[in-house]
């Protein structure tokens, strides 16, 4: 049975003259670990601060669990559970007391919900007398984890918690939501990270205030509709540049040790690899490869750029 | 690249806070133009390394020479040889473009006249001219740091470092950053580079990882996922860091 989570309809957020939000619309089911995907001033934090009901759309409604954000707010603070961008948990209080604190806020105790983060804060537990503005990076991040789950929310809401944190860590917090997920929990979290949509059972893609897509990852790749390559050879950097200029390429991307490339209707790999050997390019390599989801997300934007130009 | 000529050396840098060992007798050089990637988890010391690197911070101890100078003696000397931009801060927002030009290539005491010259050159390049007047706040973020690059480089360094300098950007927009760093390494310009993509680490001619103060590996992106038997950089970034 799909009920629906959050629910969000044409929302739109000005500041000044600046178009924060335009006119955004999707479902979240209940349970659902979905991603908000994309860069800095994508409109992520606009978004869940609609949601979280500290900030209120110019346009549009948006509901969390059935309450909508203006007129039941009260509802919707007592069943969510929100972890800024920004560390905001009391720094001269102690892990445990922090907790504690959390707990007693939303009525309830730390013994009463433990199960929910017992994972998580079992890791931070040996520093518990400690005070949160003395912890490490990835320990602050499990204390803010598990302060948000503390009262049982029904909807988990992340902001960017692996922004400027290291692929180990980054990995470790994605394997507790991931633990995390399951129950009835709705989780829903965002990341300027491409390759953390992967993790997500649904995605949003947002750029400048606008929804490029909402899929499952697999469907976005599935909808990519160029057939890429991926293609090295010695000399990368000049690779780079002479592709850019050949007459076939339609794009052309770094990615890791390969450049990642489509061409122009009707363009073979065969003919490009004589152009590259007519350049001078040796140990050529091309090979016909599967798009990622941030082949996709490229390709999204190339084509809402194209739509305003 | 130029591998005849190492533009930092460093043999057995150690930095220590009290009884907390963050850097543990560090040892590397890199060359002139080389693209340096280094890598580590938070905490592994890195930003330790970088401060003593920029001639911010003293080592406790070891032999360490950037651009030719002696980093104990000739700090003054580094500072004027090297350009510095991270993610946290780069351009003073309420400056406007062509002020933050001119303001940090004043403070590396640059020609009035070449620095008028140099400036339209580089809002051409960086197709800036419509927004010269602009405030920096005005900017989307991806154009900033592509600004905040060139800005850091103005002056023509031995050496840029570079902490984190795509955080949060877009993907195409990181990719081109990636190009003006080719371009500043392919002009002669040592780019030092820390970042948490590890599609960024392959982009670099060498890679060290840090972990716990001390460099675990350092080698090409190739020879280390050879070493480490993996099929990219974030497989070796684990192997090594977890």
């Known amino acids: 049975m799909n009920l629906t989570s959050v629910e969000i309809r044409e929302v739109s957020k000005n500041y000044a003259d600046v178009l924060a939000l335009n006119s955004i619309s999707f479902q979240v089911e209940r349970g659902e670990l979905f991603g908000l995907i994309g860069p800095d001033g994508a409109g992520k934090t606009s978004l869940f601060r609609i949601l979280t009901t500290l900030l209120l759309p110019d346009e549009g409604r948006a509901a969390v669990e059935g309450f909508d954000v203006d007129g039941d707010f009260r509802e919707i603070r007592k069943i969510i559970g929100y972890m800024p961008g920004r560390f905001s948990l009391y720094q001269d209080l102690t892990v445990e007391e922090n907790l504690s604190f959390y707990a007693t806020v939303f009525g309830t105790t730390v013994e009463e919900n433990y199960d929910l983060i017992k994972d998580i804060y079992i890791q931070i537990e040996p520093f518990k007398k400690r005070r949160a503005g003395k912890l490490s990076g990835g320990m602050k991040q499990k204390l803010a984890l598990s302060c948000a789950l503390i009262h049982k929310p029904r909807v988990l809401i992340l902001d960017e918690p692996t922004t400027g944190v290291d692929a180990v860590s980054r990995k470790e917090f994605w394997e507790m939501l991931i633990r995390l997920k399951g129950s009835d929990l709705t989780i829903l979290v965002s990341t300027p990270y491409m390759d953390e949509a992967e993790l997500c059972d649904r995605v949003a893609l947002l750029q400048d205030g606008k929804l490029l897509s909402v899929n499952t990852p697999s469907k976005i790749r599935d909808n990519y509709q160029q057939q890429l390559w991926a293609l090295r050879a010695e000399n990368m950097y000049r690779l780079k540049n002479d592709l850019a200029g050949y007459e076939n390429t339609r794009s052309v991307f770094l990615f890791g040790r390969d450049l990642h490339i489509t061409l122009k209707g009707g363009n073979t790999p065969e003919e490009l690899h004589v152009w590259l050997e007519e350049m001078g390019h040796q140990q050529i390599h091309i090979e016909a490869i599967q798009p990622g989801v941030e082949d996709c997300f490229m390709e999204l934007m190339s084509k809402e750029e194209q739509n305003q130009a | ?242």
């Not at chain 2, 060359?31 to 911010?56: D, H, M, P, V």
């Not at chain 2, 993610?87 to 003073?92: A, C, D, E, G």
């Open chain 2, 1 to 242: 690249m130029n591998q005849d000529k190492k533009v930092i050396e460093v043999r057995d840098m150690v930095k220590k806070f009290g009884d907390f060992t963050a850097n543990d007798h560090l040892t590397f050089d890199v060359s002139e133009g080389e693209i340096f990637g280094f890598l580590g988890a938070n905490g592994a010391g890195k930003t330790t390394a970088l401060r003593i690197l920029c001639g911010l911070s003293l080592p406790t101890s070891g032999e360490i020479r950037v651009a030719g100078y002696n980093i104990y003696t000739d700090r003054e000397k580094i500072k004027k040889s090297i350009g510095y931009m991270s993610q946290k801060f780069s351009l003073y927002e309420d400056l406007k473009v062509y002020e933050n030009i001119r303001f940090y290539a004043g403070i590396y005491g640059l020609g009035r006249k070449y620095i008028k010259e140099r400036t339209e050159q580089l809002l051409e390049r960086l197709r800036l001219q419509d927004v010269r007047n602009k405030l920096i706040t005005e900017l989307p973020l991806g154009w900033r740091q592509k600004l905040a690059f060139s800005v850091a480089i103005f002056h023509q360094p031995r050496i840029v470092f570079l902490d984190e300098p795509t955080g949060g950007v877009d993907p195409v927009t990181r990719r081109q950053f990636w190009d003006l760093i080719y371009q500043a390494s392919h002009d002669g310009i040592t780019v030092f580079v820390t970042t948490h993509y590890m599609d960024e680490a392959e982009y670099c001619d060498r890679v060290s990882i840090m972990d716990a103060g001390k460099i675990e590996a350092i080698d090409s992106p190739g020879g280390l996922k050879s070493t480490y038997n993996a099929k990219n950089m974030d497989e070796v970034f684990l192997s090594i860091a977890r």
